[in-house]
């Protein structure tokens, strides 16, 4: 298998993308699958929050942004990045086994169709409410 296997998954608005997803990183973990995930949004919307440290720090000049606590760690970089780009990045902070987005629209990602928007680029099946097929399917494609 090749690592990390990429898979995307693209549909409208409440069609279960991500109800569909946190139960394959559910499955896949049980199995002792290392799982990264992205979820990607078209809003133009941030976590960081306006008048925060990190929001402060952001705003002086710093282009990378480390909120540390004891139960987590994140990563807040102040651009827009590409999806191939993130990727890169997952791989250098850690060893996955399958990475898992959601809401992907790039041309170079495999990707599931959830619903019956219009298909895009490199679509490679649409979800008909078979999640057992949908696992047994990635699963299989893990193994090239």
Not at 43 to 66: F, M, N, P, R, Y
Not at 134 to 141: D, F, S, T
């Amino acid at each position: 298998m090749s690592r990390p296997f990429i898979i995307g998954f693209y549909g409208e608005s409440n069609t279960g993308k991500t109800t569909i997803i946190t139960k394959l990183i559910k499955k896949f973990t049980e199995e002792k699958f290392t799982v990264a995930s992205i979820k990607n949004t078209d809003k133009e919307i941030s976590i960081d929050q306006k008048e925060k440290d990190t929001w402060k720090h952001a705003e002086a000049g710093s282009k990378l942004v480390i909120f540390k606590t004891p139960v987590e760690t994140d990563y807040i970089i102040r651009k827009g990045q590409e999806t191939k780009e993130i990727i890169n990045n997952i791989k250098k902070l850690g060893k996955y086994d399958i990475i898992i987005i959601e809401g992907v629209n790039d041309k170079e990602t495999p990707k599931i169709r959830i619903g019956y928007i219009k298909k895009r680029e490199n679509t490679v099946y649409t979800y008909e409410d078979d999640f057992e097929k949908l696992y047994k399917l990635i699963k299989k494609e893990m193994k090239r």
